[in-house]
């Protein structure tokens, strides 16, 4: 399975899939890597007119999660998850 850096990523939406606990930014996947028990949803599908906009808003979702920027993997893969 690929992984890339955060900050190269390079699109204009991400959604959150629960069901994977993933965070999906265009063609790719941010997967927390620690277990989450919590029952808040994760759900909801983001389009923006730029990068930084979307960036900044995903940025903004996983610091509201509480979710570990250093802890996540960038994939371009789930299958077999």
Same mark, same amino acid.
């Given at each position: 399975?690929?992984?890339?850096? /955060?900050?190269?990523?390079?699109?204009? /939406? /991400?959604?959150?899939?629960?069901?994977?606990?993933?965070?999906? @930014?265009?063609?790719? @996947?941010?997967?927390?890597?620690?277990?989450?028990?919590?029952?808040?949803?994760?759900?909801?599908?983001?389009?923006?007119?730029? @990068?930084?906009?979307?960036?900044?808003?995903?940025?903004? @979702?996983?610091?509201?999660?509480?979710?570990?920027?250093?802890?996540?993997?960038?994939?371009?893969?789930?299958?077999?998850?």
């Amino acid at each position: 399975m690929k992984t890339i850096p /955060f900050h190269q990523l390079e699109t204009d /939406f /991400f959604k959150v899939n629960k069901a994977q606990n993933t965070v999906r @930014f265009g063609q790719y @996947f941010i997967i927390k890597c620690v277990s989450d028990e919590s029952d808040e949803l994760l759900e909801g599908l983001w389009q923006k007119s730029d @990068f930084k906009e979307a960036r900044e808003h995903c940025l903004m @979702f996983i610091d509201q999660k509480g979710w570990d920027l250093n802890a996540l993997e960038v994939v371009n893969n789930i299958d077999g998850l």
